[in-house]
């Protein structure tokens, strides 16, 4: 499988703001973030999109839901934070690298589900 953008970021071969790491994933502030806290949990198994996500990933997926809360913890947004994932070209995923984009720091509405 060719390089990924992220994994380039994982393996220290491009920089990033790094702000959470551990065996299975690692967690960057967003390069043109969306909101004022906007970072990206990343697995390092590179998973294009979620729906290539299998069963073997079962407990890497739990695993990265796991890391969101204690990330978004250490960011201090524990009780107001959105999570998106996108999966697919036409709803805007331009890294075919699974992650998932932590949000906060501003009011989203209820019909907004994007950002
Ligand atoms: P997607 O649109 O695939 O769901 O999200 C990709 C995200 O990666 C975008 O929000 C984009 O700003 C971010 N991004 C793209 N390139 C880089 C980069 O080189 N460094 C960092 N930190 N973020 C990036």
Redesign the pocket.
């Known amino acids: 499988m060719t390089e990924t953008?992220f994994t380039k970021?994982i393996n220290r071969e491009?920089p990033?703001?790094v702000v959470y790491e551990d065996e299975h994933c690692i967690a960057?502030?967003?390069?043109?973030p969306k909101a004022p806290t906007h970072l990206?949990v990343i697995p390092k198994k590179a998973i294009p999109r979620l729906v290539d996500a299998s069963d073997e990933d079962k407990a890497l997926l739990g695993h990265v839901m796991l890391a969101v809360g204690e990330i978004a913890r250490q960011a201090g947004v524990e009780d107001a934070f959105r999570v998106i994932v996108?999966n697919g070209a036409d709803v805007?995923?331009?890294?075919f690298h699974l992650?998932l984009?932590i949000l906060a720091g501003k009011t989203f509405s209820e019909a907004q589900l994007g950002f």
């Not at 960057?28 to 043109?32: L, N, Q, T």
């Not at 805007?92 to 890294?95: K, L, N, S």
């Open positions: 953008l970021i491009l990033s703001d960057i502030k967003d390069i043109a990206l996108n805007g995923q331009t890294v992650h984009h």
